[in-house]
């Protein structure tokens, strides 16, 4: 039986693009995982560290996020994190059939960890874990829906991606993840 990672390796459903060749999942301390749309060609794919690039530097991305965990008492390290897409898509307008071929190797993931809680960053993670057409995604973002992934249920929570070309990466997700450090407390 192949595992996780073989399976990453081998699959060809996208094309030839770069992947997550190991470490395709950052383990943490957290009830909720993150998942992201696709590894940064510059990120994690050559420092083996999700949102840090080769040099063991913090990447824009990161830092918005960093500065979003800080605000409730957590950090990068404190969390579980993978991408929706296993390859470096740099065509967006593939991700969201890439998101849909790479859905069998995250649900096995998700089953793999202790997670609860799923913070999708952006619309197209959002899509795939929901299976539906997003047309407006601020009418998701914040919004908690109970769903069920292979054989376990989980509180899915959409969040603006932390980038920091985003205007609403930091000061929209805020309420969040203040919401969520209240969820994590009830625990």
């Given at each position: ?39 940064a060609k510059d ?25 979003l965990l800080n605000?409730?008492g957590l950090t ?112």
């Amino acid at each position: 039986m192949l595992s996780v990672q073989d399976k990453i390796n081998d699959c060809s459903l996208c094309g030839k693009f770069p992947k997550l060749t190991e470490n395709s999942i950052q383990y943490g301390k957290t009830n909720f995982i993150i998942i992201g749309e696709s590894p940064a060609k510059d990120g994690w794919i050559e420092s083996k560290r999700a949102f840090y690039n080769s040099l063991g530097k913090l990447q824009g991305t990161g830092r918005v996020l960093e500065k979003l965990l800080n605000n409730i008492g957590l950090t990068i390290a404190d969390i579980y994190f993978t991408e929706c897409c296993k390859c470096v898509i740099t065509d967006r307008n593939k991700l969201e059939q890439c998101s849909k071929n790479c859905m069998p190797i995250l649900i096995e993931q998700l089953n793999d960890i202790p997670c609860e809680i799923i913070l999708t960053m952006g619309v197209h993670p959002t899509q795939a874990i929901l299976q539906t057409k997003i047309k407006k995604f601020a009418d998701y973002v914040g919004k908690e829906f109970d769903i069920s992934i292979g054989f376990r249920n989980y509180r899915l929570i959409p969040i603006y991606h932390p980038s920091p070309l985003n205007p609403k990466g930091y000061k929209d997700n805020i309420p969040i993840f203040d919401k969520l450090k209240l969820t994590l407390l009830k625990k």
